[in-house]
């Protein structure tokens, strides 16, 4: 997050899920925004905006994550001969 104009509001959103804050990189607390507004982040290498469809799924590093919405079911999946 860089810097916002509207009806923004800045807050955090805690994982309750171990595995996901241990694996997946994201860690316990991440930043959350809500409102209506213009926001603009920060990120690097190619940025684009995956649109899903109701039931649609999309396997992804974490570490390619920039942000996803509330309505977006974040799990994890075992890399392959990994435990």
Do not use: H, W
């Amino acid at each position: 997050y860089m810097a916002s104009y509207g009806d923004v509001r800045v807050g955090v959103s805690l994982d309750t899920n171990c595995m996901r804050c241990c694996c997946a990189g994201l860690g316990l607390v991440r930043q959350k925004l809500e409102g209506s507004g213009t926001v603009f982040l920060a990120g690097t290498g190619t940025i684009v905006q995956k649109v899903l469809a109701d039931g649609e799924t999309i396997l992804v590093d974490t570490n390619c994550i920039m942000a996803f919405a509330d309505t977006c079911k974040l799990d994890l999946k075992r890399a392959g001969g990994i435990l």
